[in-house]
C-alpha cells in the first residue's frame, strides 16, 4: 500500500477499502490465535482453503484467519458471514460439509453449533448466551479482523480516531479524555485524563509513551490477545496519546512469553509506517512520531512502572521509590505516560464515539467497560468485556454458564495474584474499582478465578502468597521476608502443623507487609491471605484445631476409604494405585491400607462408581 500523506487521503482510502468490504459478503472467519492454534485453528483453515478451491470458490470466499473470539473453550471458532453461523470445535475433518451445506447448500451443519443450557441448538454468534450479555467494545472487531492486514482495519474504521484527534488541539484531546472518565486498566485504576495532564505539563521537551503489555497474572491473557487480535487498535490509542502529550517516541513493554503477540505487533507496526501512520509528518501534520517493541524477560515485578522503565533503560528491573511521579521524571529521567493495553485500546473508542457517551457505560466512578479472562471451574472459559457495574453473578452464571458438573460456587478470586477472592454471599457484588476494594479485593488487570466446593482456600492462600514471593525482587525487607513468612505459616497450617496463633499471627505480618512495602507488587501480596482470612476463617480453624480440610484438598489432614456399599469389586483403583496400597478379591468390596497410601487421589479420579470417599 502506497504512503498516505494527509488526513483526506485517508478518508479516501477507508471508504474505498469500506465498500470493498461490503461487495465481499460471503466469507469465514476462524479464530486463530494462540488457545486456538494449540487446538488446530490452522489446519483448519487450510483445510477450508482447500476445500473452498476444490469447489471452486477460492475467488469468491475468503477465508480469514482472526483474534480471539473470546469463546475460548469453543476454540477453533468458525463463523461463517455474512449471516454470522457460529460453528464451535471445529476440526480439519468438518470443512467438506462446512463448505458443502453451509456455503453451497444454505444448510446448518447441526452437529458443530452451540447448545445452551436448555438444550437448544444456537446458530448465530450473537445469540450465543455467552456474547448476549456482553458489551464489546475493545474485542469488538475480534473474530472479525485479520491482524496482519492493516486494510482490513481501516475498512472497519480504524485510524478514523487519529485523523479526529489530529484535527484538535493537544489540549482538547486530554479534556476528552478527561470527560470520559477512563481509568488504568492495569490495575491502578488512575484517571487517565489526569495522568496525560500532569504529563504534558510536565518540563523537558523530551516525552515518552509507553504500553505496558507485561502481563504476568496467573490465568490472565487480555493483553495478549488483543495484541493478538488487534494491534492496530493500541498503536492508534498510542498515537493519540503521544500527540496529546507531546511525545516523539514510544515503547511496546511485552513478554517474551507472548511470541504471536510480537509477532502481530511487529507486523502492524511495520504496515503502520509504510502507509505513513508513524514515522515523519504523520498524515501530513508535522507530528513525528514511532513505536518500538522491547520484550521483557517474565519478571512479574516488571509489571510495575519503575521496574519496567528500569528495564527498558537496560537495567535490573526492580522497583524505585517514587520521589516524583513518573508522568514527571520516568524512563531516562523524562517525563513518561504508562497506559497497559486496554487502556491504550479503549482510546479511540473514546474519540470516535465521545467522551459523553462513553461516560455513560458502567457506574459514577468507573466508567466504560472492562475486559476480564473467567477461567477456573467455569462451564465458558475464555474473554469477557462487560460495562463496569455488572454483578459477578451475571457474569458467572449468564455469561460464564454457572459451575461445571453441578458443583457449588464457593468463590472467586479477582485481580490476579495480588487481588482477593470473594465469597458467594457477595455474588451480587456490582463489579467496579472501588466495590472491589471495598471487600479486599481488587480490579487487577482483569483475572477472574472461579473456584468450587472442592477448593482448599487456606491452600489457595498459599499458593498465591508462594507465587508472589517468588517474583519478589527481594530489594525490600518487608515484602521479602514477609511473603516468605506468610508461605510458611500457610504451608504448616495446609499440613497439619498449624497453631492458634498462626491466625492473629498471619493478620498481624499481612498488614505491615501491606504497609511496609516498597512497591504495590509488596503492598497488595498480603490480599490472597487477608482475603481468605476475611471470608473463610472457619477454614483455617478447621484446620488448625480439628486437623481437618473441610475442601479435601490438604494431603496431610484427609484420608481415603472406600465405601463398602458402593464399591463392586471391579479392581480399576487397585491397578492404578501406585503404592499398591488397595486391596480386595475380584467383586467384593475393597479397601485402602492407610499406612501405604499417599493420598494422591488416583483411586478416586479412576473409580467410575463414586465410591472413593475423602475424610
Not at 513478554?255 to 509477532?263: F, M
Not at 482510546?347 to 459523553?356: Q, R
Not at 481468605?532 to 490438604?554: Q, S
Amino acid at each position: 500500500m502506497k504512503k498516505i500523506r494527509t488526513i483526506a487521503e485517508l478518508g479516501t482510502l477507508r471508504a474505498a477499502l469500506e465498500r470493498e468490504r461490503e461487495s465481499a459478503k460471503v466469507w469465514i472467519s476462524v479464530s486463530n490465535e494462540t488457545c486456538a492454534r494449540a487446538n488446530g485453528s490452522d489446519k483448519v483453515i487450510a483445510a477450508l482453503d482447500e476445500e473452498l478451491r476444490k469447489q471452486g470458490l477460492a475467488d469468491q470466499v475468503r477465508v480469514k484467519g482472526t483474534g480471539c473470539s473470546g469463546f475460548c473453550d469453543r476454540n477453533p471458532m468458525v463463523v461463517v458471514f455474512p449471516k454470522e453461523i457460529a460453528y464451535q470445535r471445529v476440526s480439519p475433518d468438518d470443512a467438506a460439509e462446512i463448505v458443502g451445506k453451509t456455503l453451497i447448500k444454505g444448510q446448518v451443519v447441526e452437529r458443530l453449533l452451540h447448545h445452551d443450557g436448555k438444550g437448544h441448538a444456537v446458530q448465530h454468534e450473537a445469540d450465543l448466551p455467552f456474547y448476549r450479555y456482553q458489551k464489546r467494545l475493545v474485542l469488538r472487531n475480534h473474530g472479525r479482523l485479520d491482524p496482519t492486514d492493516i486494510t482490513d482495519y481501516l475498512a472497519s474504521g480504524g485510524y478514523t480516531a487519529l485523523s479526529q484527534a489530529l484535527t484538535m488541539s493537544s489540549e482538547q484531546v486530554i479534556e476528552e479524555i478527561s470527560r470520559s472518565g477512563l481509568r488504568g486498566r492495569g490495575g491502578g485504576g488512575f484517571l487517565t485524563g489526569r495522568k496525560w495532564k500532569s504529563c504534558r505539563e510536565a518540563h523537558g521537551e523530551t516525552k515518552y509513551v509507553i504500553c505496558n503489555a507485561d502481563e504476568g497474572d496467573p490465568g490472565a491473557y487480555m493483553d495478549r490477545s488483543v495484541l493478538e487480535g488487534n494491534p492496530h487498535s493500541v498503536i492508534e490509542g498510542m498515537i493519540i496519546g503521544a500527540y496529546a502529550i507531546g511525545a516523539r517516541m514510544g515503547y511496546v513493554y511485552v513478554r517474551a512469553e507472548y511470541p504471536l503477540a510480537v509477532t502481530n505487533l511487529v507486523i502492524a507496526l511495520q504496515q503502520a509506517r509504510d502507509c505513513g501512520l508513524l514515522g515523519e509528518n504523520i498524515l501530513g501534520t508535522g507530528f513525528n512520531f514511532d513505536i518500538r517493541v522491547n520484550r521483557g524477560g517474565g519478571a512479574f515485578v516488571c509489571g510495575e512502572s519503575t521496574a519496567l522503565m528500569a528495564s527498558l533503560e537496560g537495567r535490573v528491573g526492580e522497583p524505585e521509590v517514587k520521589h516524583i511521579h513518573t508522568a514527571e521524571s520516568g524512563l531516562w529521567e523524562k517525563p513518561t505516560n504508562l497506559n497497559n493495553v486496554e487502556t491504550w485500546a479503549n482510546v479511540p473508542v473514546i474519540i470516535n464515539k465521545g467522551a459523553d457517551w462513553f461516560a455513560s457505560i458502567g457506574t459514577e466512578k468507573s466508567k466504560g467497560t472492562k475486559i476480564f479472562s473467567l477461567v477456573g471451574k467455569i462451564n465458558n472459559t475464555g474473554l469477557v468485556e462487560v460495562p463496569m457495574g455488572t454483578p459477578l453473578r451475571e457474569i458467572i452464571y449468564d455469561i460464564g454458564g454457572g459451575i461445571p458438573h453441578g458443583k457449588k460456587f464457593k468463590a472467586i478470586q479477582t485481580g490476579g495474584p495480588s487481588g482477593g477472592c470473594v465469597p458467594e454471599e457477595l455474588l451480587d457484588l456490582p463489579v467496579d474499582f472501588d466495590r472491589l476494594t471495598e471487600v479486599g479485593s481488587m480490579m487487577g488487570s482483569g483475572g477472574m478465578i472461579v473456584m468450587d466446593e472442592g477448593t482448599c482456600m487456606v491452600d489457595v492462600a498459599k499458593y498465591f502468597t508462594g507465587f508472589l514471593q517468588d517474583e519478589s525482587c527481594g530489594k525490600c525487607v518487608p515484602c521479602r521476608e514477609g511473603t516468605a513468612q506468610m508461605r510458611q505459616i500457610l504451608s504448616d497450617i495446609c499440613e497439619g502443623r498449624g497453631r492458634p496463633e498462626d491466625i492473629d499471627l498471619l493478620e498481624e505480618l499481612g498488614h505491615v507487609v501491606q504497609d511496609t512495602s516498597l512497591c504495590a507488587l509488596g503492598g497488595t501480596a498480603a490480599n490472597p491471605m487477608l482475603s481468605t482470612l476475611r471470608h473463610f476463617r472457619d477454614e483455617y480453624e478447621a484446620h488448625i484445631f480439628d486437623h481437618r480440610c473441610p475442601a479435601g484438598v490438604c494431603t496431610a489432614l484427609i484420608r481415603y476409604t472406600i465405601d463398602v456399599e458402593k464399591c463392586n469389586g471391579c479392581g480399576v483403583c487397585a491397578k492404578q494405585c501406585p503404592q499398591n496400597g488397595v486391596s480386595g478379591e475380584k467383586k467384593q468390596p475393597h479397601s485402602i491400607d492407610q499406612h501405604l497410601c499417599i493420598r494422591c487421589g488416583i483411586c478416586r479420579e479412576v473409580c467410575r462408581f463414586e465410591a472413593i470417599l475423602v475424610n
